[in-house]
Nanobody
Framework: QVQLVESGGGLVQAGGSLRLSCAVSGSILSISTMGWYRQAPGKQRELVAAITRDGNTGYGDSVRGRFTISRDNPKNTVHLQMNSLKPEDTAVYYC????????WGQGTQVTVSS
């Protein structure tokens, strides 16, 4: 059984930083893409950032230049460094990975106060 466990969420003031981590455990084959999505109340889930196994990255328009995604392949972990946070970044952040199929984590709350 594959598990994705996110950590690092919390409450931060606007302009602050947080670092999210997602650890993948269980019986899983080689992971191709790892990513972060977020969902704010009343809104659709949206892509925040994604990274391929080779390290190629992509970002949502609203976070580009402020957030950085990285991964540790031997440890099956992915991180999201979030800087210059804004109140509109408030959402539940979900980790996902692709390994033959798509797996999702349970989510971690990020709240940015103004």
């Amino acid at each position: 059984q594959v598990q994705l466990v996110e950590s690092g969420g919390g409450l931060v003031q606007a302009g602050g930083s947080l670092r999210l981590s997602c650890a993948v455990s269980g019986s899983i084959l080689s992971i191709s893409t790892m990513g972060w999505y977020r969902q704010a109340p009343g809104k659709q889930r949206e892509l925040v950032a994604a990274i391929t196994r080779d390290g190629n990255t992509g970002y949502g328009d609203s976070v580009r230049g402020r957030f950085t995604i990285s991964r540790d392949n031997p440890k099956n972990t992915v991180h999201l460094q979030m800087n210059s946070l804004k109140p509109e970044d408030t959402a539940v952040y979900y980790c996902n990975v692709v390994s033959g199929k798509l797996y999702w984590g349970q989510g971690t709350q990020v709240t940015v106060s103004s």
